[in-house]
């Protein structure tokens, strides 16, 4: 039997998003949907504000009139190192998992009273309002390494620490660490220009280590201090607004 890798293995998974290539085609969002089981709410509830795609991609607006070019930047949960969603959940299903600090939410421990949604800088959670159905055949598409939510709770990205369970198993059966590249999520894997860059910062010579060290590189809101694990490589001109 292989020897099991332990904490040398496993390090702080951090995602970098170049937007001068991301061209909001928000492929990201729908891989996202599908490798997840985040239900598709339909045009009413939409209308609500009820979407539950754990992915939004917002548009940015760089320079003046008539000279404006847009940029467009993906938003899902940050990966915060403080997070503020977790001292408000007053049954700790916003916690972070050991010793990757991913931060996850405990559905089953959840009781939907939505304060981690309220306390959220960056709008990445949503609550999922109803049990909505999936006629056949569209219940066949359910993954099943990912938990089927009810109604009741709050859910968010987790940069599908399923794929990064996959990988730290497939690694430990080998006897030996997560590469870089072993772990890509399904934002990433979709993304048809290249825009996302997944992987260990605290290996130097991986390619997001690499990119978090340009001097293009930002993270968003990062006055507020929250330490976001989402890392975002700017475009060229100044963002005046958003729309």
Known sequence: MNETVHDENVGKWTMVIDLDQCT???????ACSMENNVAFVGEADAAYGRGMHWIRVVREWNGEMPDLT???R???CQQCGEAPCEPVCPVFA????????INLQVYNRCIGTRYCGNNCPYIARTFNWFDYERPEPLNFQLNPDVTVRSR??????TFCVQRIRRG??????EGRPVHDGDVTP????????QAITFGDITDPESRVA????????????EEVGTEPRVIYLKGNGKVVREG
């Open 74 to 76: 993906p938003v899902m």
């Open 186 to 193: 399904a934002c990433a894997q979709a993304c048809p220009a």
């Open 70 to 72: 847009a940029d467009f």
């Open 24 to 30: 909001g085609c928000q492929a990201c969002v729908t």
């Open 94 to 101: 916003s916690t972070k998992s050991v010793p990757e600090q």
């Open 168 to 173: 730290e198993e497939d690694a430990n059966a």
């Open 210 to 221: 690499k990119l978090a060290r340009s001097a293009r590189a930002e993270r968003f809101l």
């Open 152 to 157: 009741g709770v709050m859910e968010k990205c």
